[in-house]
């Protein structure tokens, strides 16, 4: 199983970048996933999670209204749409698969992580 | 949103030391936290979910527990690959929040 993130770069203050997460060796649909992101020197931020089929999404409080995320699951595909981008969201971008969840019991963690990709934003 | 408090947010320790790092949640979140363990430059790794499950194949001297709303990731003996951050994650509820991280470093 593999996640492989793409689409970073350095950006303007309120500018636009689509982020990508590829995945191969599961099967995409059955899965929700998840944007994870960690600024230079700081922890862990959950920022979004989409479910498997793509029709629940959720945002933490300091993307909403800013971010979208996505997923074709006929590509294997998830996506993060950042508009309005703002010096705070310069961070290091990860995906991962969200715990596998069933009738309201979790079998497992975030289990499987991609190497994550890199966002700027500065002037 | 459930805030997770994690504690100490540095820990220095020495090879073969028992050290312990709690994290407390804001509400109930039953069993629902996970432990990660991250590297410099490196992807999170879980350890644990449902607060006590180890993964397959990571060293049983890694353990978890879990009292009412206070969860704890205890290493039994220190190792050298084990001088990382440590990083709790409760995903009862979205926002999958994370708690700010405890850096295990070398005494």
């Known amino acids: 199983v593999q996640l492989l993130e793409s689409g970073g770069g350095l950006v303007q203050p309120g500018g636009s970048l689509r982020l990508s997460c590829a995945a191969s060796g599961l099967t995409f649909s059955s899965h929700a996933i998840s944007w994870v992101r960690q600024a230079p020197g700081k922890g862990l931020e959950w920022v979004s999670g989409i479910s498997g089929t793509g029709a629940n999404t959720y945002y933490s409080d300091s993307v909403k209204g800013r971010f979208t995320i996505s997923r074709d699951n006929s590509k294997y595909t998830l996506y993060l749409q950042m508009n309005s981008l703002r010096a705070e969201d310069t961070a290091v971008y990860y995906c991962a698969k969200n715990p596998y969840c069933s009738s309201g019991v979790c079998y497992t963690g975030m289990d499987v992580w991609g190497q994550g990709t890199t966002v700027t934003v500065s002037s | 949103d459930i805030q997770m408090t994690q504690s100490p947010s540095t820990l220095s320790a020495s090879v073969g030391d028992r050290v312990t790092i709690t994290c407390r949640a804001s509400?109930?979140?039953?069993?629902?936290l996970a432990w990660y363990q991250q590297k410099p430059g490196k992807a999170p790794k879980l350890l644990i979910h449902?607060?006590?499950s180890l993964e397959t194949g990571d060293p049983s001297r890694f353990s978890g527990s879990a009292s009412g709303t206070e969860f704890t990731l205890t290493i039994s003996s220190l190792q050298p690959d084990d001088f990382a951050t440590y990083y709790c994650q409760q995903y009862n509820s979205y926002p999958y929040t994370f708690g700010q991280g405890t850096k295990l470093e070398i005494k």
């Open positions: 449902k607060a006590s």
């Open positions: 509400q109930s979140i039953s069993s629902w």
